[in-house]
């Protein structure tokens, strides 16, 4: 009976693995591209990777772009070749100001009296060093200022021409103490990411960075554990003087890209890119070794296939690019406007290999903005149910291991562990904010770990990796990218079903918020019911963009959609029935609810968007600040502290701005574009949106009709 109930079980799973991936993939190209994948090869192209300290505009970098080209040449891509992009502070790549290069020759920190301690060596350890360190030579007193981030931070300290230690946000520290009070550097253990379990590892080094357009100063990163030591004894009156030598120099240079393509059938049809970022402080494993190591795979997996015959060639061309995160993207695109126009979908890797008990990640599919619906989405969300069942049946003892997806080559054993992932919505901090902005408009499947404990310190080493979860994600990454540059419009009959599936579960779980929503307490009745029906309303939008994006994506007929659309029409229609009956039992009164805002003039206005392409946040650059200056930014009510203590949710205001930006489309009125975003996230008020997007003409971003 046991051998029995382990035949069926086999048989199950291996039908389930099998069928899987449909709609997207057949059972014979799902296995072709499931055994082709490896996660040894990238397990140790990371080795390399790792020893390098790939800083933007510097020679290691360049180092790094070199190593990549050289192997996307072996593998075989077509027209593989690196482009240099200036840079000096001033040029803009759309609407992103370019930033600064950066070369060290050395940099030391010792503690010279009372004890004689090396605390820092940029050839031994350059995460010491924080970047875009000026030249400087000084022997001095260090001072301990706390945070160093506030002006109270200095009251009754004389830090000129002294060395400061300061755990606060390095520009600003750089700010207050250098520009303004003439210390000569920084000591620093700031906590640059956040997790439940930062600070528990006091021994971890995080790598900090310095505004490179300050004229001077330095900082060297030390752990917690020794800046706490160093305060313990300024604490108890002792005297430490430090001598720290920097030898590096801040101006204009270049950014490199590294490119190269697997040409499609039909050079109409479009291209796919695959996008990561090079660049990272040594040693930068999993942020993002990890990534560029795993899309170089996935270019060697669909390469060798295509080339052997076993999959067909697909229409759209593949492209592969490796740059700085987020710069490197604007230059590219910014130098080609004809790739910009022919791209169809992004799939983007920022930290993919992290074993998941050791850096306590999850493995995220991450959905486009609701401004941007698309199904490739859903497309990759079932390759990764797919690997993820035949992960769990694998660690289940019911798989073999070449069902399961594990690597066992030598130089690269992986983990048999299952795969922790899921799929979340729209988190920003990567390229993909670029591919995903409404004046770029190219839908990004975004790929990426988090939490991860050593994300920016320097225990983000090889020994985090997992080879067997490289090979997944690669595999992933290679499927994905096959069916956005295959897909034709004879699979909508069977594909379109699927993503009405998905859709009908998405308005479930809105549906669900919006039972809450119309029942809060803490809202009238009338609002309640109001924001209620417009999570839903807005919810439909999305869903039913995501159905016709297969259709324009394809060439189908145009209401190719329409059985599936009306589909999901008619869930959303029942839902509204239930909120409107809950809204009466609460007391709301009319057929209908009006918007919180149909009084105010400003919701009736329509922004118009005229900058040039892009957010209009990014790496080194935020458009509105450079642009409006800080007195005036500071008065943008969203981006306040107030106002993000006003609508309470955390650190989103980011993501409002960045969401009423790409919903401004010359016909949305300003009371729209609130209704799209307060659905999206959480209600604001309209004087909110209004208040930004007033900002954004000021800046010449966007116009009045």
């Known amino acids: 009976m046991r051998n029995l109930r382990l035949i069926c079980l086999f048989v199950g799973f291996s039908t389930l693995c099998a069928f899987a991936q449909q709609p997207f993939l057949t059972a014979s190209q799902w296995t072709a591209l499931r055994d082709e994948s490896n996660g040894a090869a990238p397990y140790e192209n ?7 300290h790939r800083v933007p505009a510097t020679p290691e970098f360049d180092q790094a772009a070199q190593f990549v080209l050289q192997r996307a040449k072996e593998y075989g891509l077509s027209d593989a070749h690196s482009e ?3 840079i000096d502070g001033t040029k803009n790549y759309g609407l992103m100001r370019s930033y600064l290069a950066w070369t060290v020759e050395e940099a030391r ?28 030579d000084a022997e001095t007193e260090l001072v301990d200022v706390g945070n160093g981030g506030a002006e109270s931070d200095y009251a009754g300290k004389d830090v000129r021409g002294k060395i400061v ?30 997790t439940a379990w930062s600070g528990l590892d006091t021994t971890v080094v995080r790598w900090g960075h310095l505004d490179a357009r300050q004229p001077s100063g330095f900082a060297f990163m030390v752990s917690r554990q020794t ?32 490119t190269g393509t697997i040409p499609g059938t039909d050079q109409a049809a479009g291209e796919i890119v695959y996008s990561c970022h090079l660049d990272h402080e040594r040693p930068g494993a999993n942020d993002n070794g990890s990534g560029c190591v795993t899309i170089l795979e996935s270019a060697r997996v ?21 740059g700085p995160e987020v710069e490197g993207t604007m230059a590219f695109l910014a130098t080609h406007p004809e790739i910009r126009q022919r791209l169809r979908a992004d799939i983007h890797m920022d930290m993919v290999g992290g074993d998941p008990f050791k850096n306590k990640s999850v493995f995220h599919v991450t959905a486009t903005p609701w401004s941007l619906p698309s199904f490739v989405t859903d497309a990759g969300s079932v390759l990764l149910d797919t690997i993820r069942a035949a992960a769990s049946g694998y660690a289940a003892g019911e798989l073999p291991a070449d069902q399961g997806i594990v690597e066992t080559r030598a130089g690269g054993q992986g983990t048999r562990n299952e795969l922790f992932a899921d799929v979340t919505p729209y988190s920003s901090g990567s390229d993909h904010d670029d591919y995903d ?30 080879a067997t979860k490289l090979r997944r994600v690669a595999l992933l990454g290679a499927a994905s990218g096959y069916v956005y540059a295959g897909i034709t419009a004879q699979q909508l009959p069977t594909v379109l079903p699927f993503l009405a599936s998905q859709a009908e579960a998405r308005l479930a779980q809105v549906f669900a918020a919006a039972q809450q929503l119309v029942g809060d307490p803490k809202l009238e009745a009338g609002v309640a019911w109001y924001e209620a029906r417009n999570l839903v309303n807005q919810a439909l939008l999305r869903e039913r963009a995501t159905l016709h994006s297969v259709v324009e994506f394809t060439g189908g007929a145009a209401d190719a959609d329409a059985e599936a659309g009306r589909a999901v029409s008619d869930q959303a229609a029942n839902f509204q029935r239930w909120i409107d009956a809950r809204a009466k039992m609460r007391g709301a009164t009319g057929s209908a609810p009006s918007a919180p805002w149909a009084g105010d003039p400003d919701a009736k206005r329509i922004p118009v968007r005229i900058g040039e392409f892009g957010p209009l946040d990014y790496q080194n650059d935020n458009v509105l600040l450079a642009r409006l200056g800080k007195e005036r930014y500071g008065k943008i009510k969203l981006v306040s502290n107030g106002a993000t203590r006003l609508l309470n949710v955390l650190d989103q205001s980011e993501l409002y701005a960045y969401e009423i930006v790409n919903f401004v489309n010359g016909w949305r009125t300003v009371g729209e574009i609130r209704d799209a975003v307060s659905a999206e996230y959480a209600p604001l008020p309209v004087n909110l949106v209004a208040d930004y997007l007033n900002a954004c003409a000021e800046a010449g971003v966007i116009r009045w009709k």
């Not at 669909?302 to 690019?321: C, M, N, V, Y």
């Not at 408009?441 to 090889?462: F, G, K, N, Q």
């Open 46 to 52: 990371l080795r390399y990777l790792t020893g390098l």
């Open 84 to 86: 240099q992009f200036p």
């Open 227 to 258: 800046a706490e030591a160093l305060r313990s004894r300024l604490r108890s009156g002792e005297a430490i003087t430090l001598s720290a030598h920097v030898k590096a120099t801040v101006g204009p240079g270049h950014w490199t890209v590294v």
């Open 109 to 136: 920190l010792w503690e010279v009296r009372p004890e004689h301690l090396l605390l820092g060596d940029w050839k031994t350890d350059p995460i010491r060093l924080a970047d875009y360190s000026h030249t400087a």
């Open 165 to 194: 230690l300061a755990d606060g946000v390095l520009a600003r520290v750089q700010q207050l103490a250098i520009a303004q009070r003439g210390a000569a550097g920084i000591v620093s253990d700031m906590p640059n990411q956040t």
């Open 302 to 322: 669909l390469q060798q296939l295509i080339d052997s015959g076993k999959l067909p060639r697909p229409a759209r061309t593949l492209r592969f690019t490796w």
């Open 437 to 466: 902005s409404s004046t770029i408009a190219v839908p990004s499947l975004y790929l990426r770990d988090w939490p991860d404990i050593y994300i920016h310190t320097d225990h983000d080493t090889l020994d985090q990796i997992d």
